[in-house]
């Protein structure tokens, strides 16, 4: 499978306010792209137009997977997300939060399966506990458990470590650095920027 | 392991399940909604004191009560999910029609359970007597899935706005006017003794033409209102 992520001439503005201007990038299988910045430079910003979340003022994002161009829409699938900006349901189990969106995506895992896997990430034996009554960094592992569900191509993480811990940070160094398709990293952490083979530099 | 499942239908009952069993861990709706429902109909009850309405002022309290119950709940469907911030989630892994479809069966669910907390409470404190039954509910199921329709679209529209209630209504009570004037047209007839089901022909058709236009056009255009 060929992969390649083309962002051509990328601006955002809100009224008012510039937030970037002419951000190009080639991406293609098996690299990872750096996106870094001060807060408030638009690194978020550009993960959601990347997953197609928000419209970006000019330019465009194109994906393509084994050649076929896709349409932002079609990207989604493809598409494995950790953001803060993206909560799970607190008033559900990790299990049922799992379930829920793996069926609405169209799979169904069985429930040894999605306990194995949570198992993997550090949440053994917490599958049946709500969502509220876990950590900040129980529920950072969680997003990791359900962006890996569907084994997507591309895998998104806007601010990958934040409220880890040491064995978390351990466990997303091995799923970046284990993962085949494109990794896109949001963050100001220096010991982050390592993992880059291309970057993005924003507000400079 | 993964297996590949379903069409859409089955995304959206998912999805229906999900909010089901959500309400029944939060009452985020259902308290909203009943609680509307039972003070308005007091507040009804008190203010005529037992004074004899006609069935036109009868026809249309009850649907005014239904109208303003269901803005009150309805619109929590897609405000839960922009305000607790899982509708990100739910745009990456979901089909927008998918998450329409469920949300609409959920808000239907409501709704009737809304009518099924109304009726009898109208029956017993409002005098409320129905002539033809057939006629009645006719008019009930119809006019309550054209009214859950609407509002569950324009719930959608109006989940990112910062003002959400006066929007809700704002944006809602032109679309659902012509709803409300037919239902409470059929209603009355429903009530009226020596009244056929045929009577009341014209408000049925006006009512299913409205739900189905209504629901044509909240599939077609809910994606745009959704992803942008």
């Known amino acids: 499978m060929s992969l390649k992520l083309t962002i051509d001439g990328l601006a955002k503005e809100f009224p008012g306010r510039p937030v970037f201007s002419d951000i190009s990038a080639v991406v293609e299988e098996g690299r990872r792209l750096v996106i870094t910045g001060p807060n408030g430079s638009g690194k978020s910003t550009l993960v959601r137009i990347l997953c197609a979340f928000n419209r970006p003022t000019r330019g465009s994002v ?46 169904r895992f069985e429930i040894p399966e999605l306990e ?28 990791y458990c359900l962006a890996l569900l569907r084994e997507p191509e591309i895998l998104i993480l806007d601010e990958p470590t934040a409220n880890l811990d040491e064995r978390g940070k351990g466990l997303v160094d091995d799923i970046i650095r284990s993962h085949h398709g494109i990794v896109v990293i949001a963050t100001n952490e220096k010991a982050e920027l390592f993992y880059g083979d291309q970057f993005i530099r924003l507000g400079d | 392991m993964a297996t590949s499942s379903s069409g859409s239908a089955t995304k959206a009952i998912s999805l229906f399940l999900k909010d089901i069993k959500s309400e029944f861990r939060t009452r985020y709706a259902i308290n909203a909604i009943a609680m509307f429902a039972v003070v308005t109909v007091f507040a ?9 309405l006609s069935t036109e002022l009868q026809a249309s309290l009850l649907w005014i009560v239904i109208y303003f119950s269901s ?19 739910l745009r990456l892994y979901a089909p927008a029609e998918v998450i329409f479809a469920g949300k609409l ?35 009930l199921l119809i006019g309550s899935t054209g009214l859950a329709v609407v509002t569950t679209f324009v719930a959608a529209i109006i989940s990112k706005a910062s003002v959400k209630g006066a929007l809700f209504a704002v944006l809602s009570f032109p679309l659902i006017l012509p709803l409300l004037v037919e239902a409470i047209s059929g209603t009355k007839k429903a009530m009226t003794d020596g009244i056929a089901f045929g009577a009341a022909r014209m408000e049925i058709q006006v009512l299913l033409s409205y739900l189905v236009i209504m629901v044509v056009l909240s599939f077609l255009l809910f994606e745009a209102v959704w992803n942008d």
């Open chain 1, 62 to 107: 194109g994906f393509e997977i084994d050649e076929k161009k896709l349409t932002h829409l079609e990207i989604r699938p493809h598409i494995g997300l950790v953001s803060p900006d993206m909560v799970l349901y607190d008033e559900l189990t990790a299990i049922e939060n799992l379930s829920f969106f793996a069926e609405v995506a169209g799979h």
């Open chain 1, 116 to 143: 194995r896997r949570l198992e993997n990430i550090g949440l053994a034996g917490r599958g049946r506990d709500f969502v509220g009554s876990y950590s900040s960094g129980m529920k950072q592992r969680l997003k």
């Open chain 2, 44 to 52: 009804i009850s008190f203010a005529i004191k037992g004074t004899g």
């Open chain 2, 71 to 89: 803005l009150s709940g309805l619109a929590q469907s897609f405000v839960k999910e922009e305000e607790s911030k899982t509708a990100m989630a």
């Open chain 2, 105 to 139: 069966l959920f808000n239907l669910v409501l709704l009737f359970g809304l009518n099924l907390i109304t009726i009898p409470l109208f029956a017993i404190f409002i005098s409320f007597e129905v002539a033809s039954y057939p006629l009645f509910f006719a008019i």
